[in-house]
């Protein structure tokens, strides 16, 4: 808060002014008032500008038309019913030029979706592409195979090891546990048998997804 | 006002009986608010469009120039701060006053800065330039105050701000007022002034 020389708050003295201090309040600076001819004259000049603004500020009166105009604009508010009520009433007076202006803002908004056709069937993983492979060559168990080359020799064959088929030039298919590829999978009765391996391949390795197979 | 089953047009009539009789203080409010005789216009087109939507709740026997003007002023407070917010629009809370860099000493009459009849002399048009001059905060509370003769607590209310900020705007905003008087009444040859 901003004090004057004389220690009193500028606020309070405006507000003394304007008689707007609690009574003990303006009676106690009325009394510094009367008491202090500097403090006197900073109020009396305070007072003088107040009177002056209120006297001599001229508010310019307002123009003809704008009453008019917010009669008018008073009238355009009563006027505006509800928007439900607005296109009932519109549909209601035209009613064959709303149904035809109805029908074509439809095909605006249905016709991009039409001229599309319908959906296409998209794979569900576009990325995975599938080739149709048809192999010839020996099944063999894949995890003896393995561990045979790693010359491990204390192997024990199990059930639960995986048939394969090696080719010619020694590449080992592996079939997926899925559909005609489980029947391959864990029949070993098949071993060092030779067969011919129909199917799809899967991405970028030797997985066959067995549709067929046929012993040569 | 509790209108009941009264027709609209009745209502109509009723509000515009009350609110038409305060379109010249409400417009020349506006235009001191504004400066710009246009927006004025808006501005009060708006406050009576607002007043009427929502006369159904003004109360009947309550002060209407007070419910109006805290309209006016609440529309007048929402459309300069949106107006403030874009560039290139002066934000007049940090618009400071330039007073000269002269100084003035007493005249041989003893006219000084606290001589309430240096203010008496100035000419009507001075008083007008100096509370056009002000800022928009200040001269909205001296308007509504000095001019309109509102209480504190309801320029509060109208503008939306404490009490104290009222005082002190009022306070210092008269201190401006009396700073550009002064140098007005120097220019008029009321004061001798030097050069520093």
């Known amino acids: ?216 | 006002m509790n209108w009941g089953k009264k027709n609209q047009l009745e209502m109509k009539r009723q509000f515009e009986n009350i609110a038409f009789q305060y379109m010249d203080v409400l417009y020349g409010t506006a235009l001191k608010m504004t400066k710009d005789p246009i927006e004025a216009e808006d501005l009060v087109q708006d406050t009576y469009l607002k007043a009427y939507r929502f006369f159904d709740k003004f109360e009947e026997g309550t002060n209407f120039k007070a419910w109006i003007f805290k309209i006016l002023t609440n529309t007048f407070i929402n459309k300069y701060r949106k107006k403030s917010k874009q560039p290139n629009q002066v934000d007049f809370e940090k618009v400071e006053f330039q007073y000269s860099e002269e100084t003035v000493e007493k005249s041989p009459d003893n006219i000084r800065k606290t001589d309430k009849n240096l203010y008496e002399k100035l000419f009507d048009d001075k008083i007008n330039n100096a509370l056009d001059r002000l800022s928009t905060e200040f001269r909205l509370v001296v308007l509504l105050c000095d001019v309109h003769g509102f209480a504190y607590k309801e320029i509060a209310e109208f503008a939306d701000i404490p009490i104290g900020t009222v005082m002190s705007r009022l306070s210092r905003g008269r201190k401006h007022l009396q700073e550009m008087l002064f140098e007005y009444a120097a220019e008029e040859g009321y004061i001798k002034r030097q050069k520093k």
């Not at chain 1, 109805?102 to 319908?118: D, E, H, Q, R, V």
């Open chain 1, 1 to 216: 808060m901003q004090t004057n020389k004389f220690s009193i708050p500028q606020e309070k003295l405006a507000a003394y002014v304007d008689r707007e201090l609690l009574e003990d309040e303006q009676e106690s600076l009325s009394q510094k008032f009367e008491h202090d001819k500097s403090l006197r004259e900073m109020l009396e000049v305070q007072q003088s500008i107040k009177v002056r603004v209120k006297d001599n500020v001229q508010l310019e009166k307002a123009p003809v038309h704008l009453r008019a105009r917010i009669r008018r604009k008073l009238v355009e508010l009563e006027n505006i019913p509800g928007f439900v009520a607005q296109i009932t009433e519109i549909f209601r007076m035209h009613t064959t030029k709303s149904l035809m202006a109805t029908a074509f803002l439809l095909t605006i908004i249905i016709y991009p979706w039409f001229s599309k056709g319908l959906p296409q069937h998209v794979p569900s993983n576009p990325g995975i592409t599938a080739t149709y492979q048809v192999v010839q060559g020996k099944i063999i168990c894949i995890d003896c195979e393995q561990l045979h080359s790693a010359h491990i020799k204390a192997i024990k064959h199990s059930n639960l090891h995986r048939a394969g088929l090696k080719t010619a030039n020694g590449d080992i298919w592996e079939f997926l546990d899925y559909a005609k590829g489980s029947e391959l999978l864990h029949d070993f009765s098949r071993a060092n048998k030779t067969y011919q391996v129909e199917g799809y391949v899967f991405s970028n390795n030797q997985i066959l997804n067995v549709t067929s197979y046929q012993k040569l």
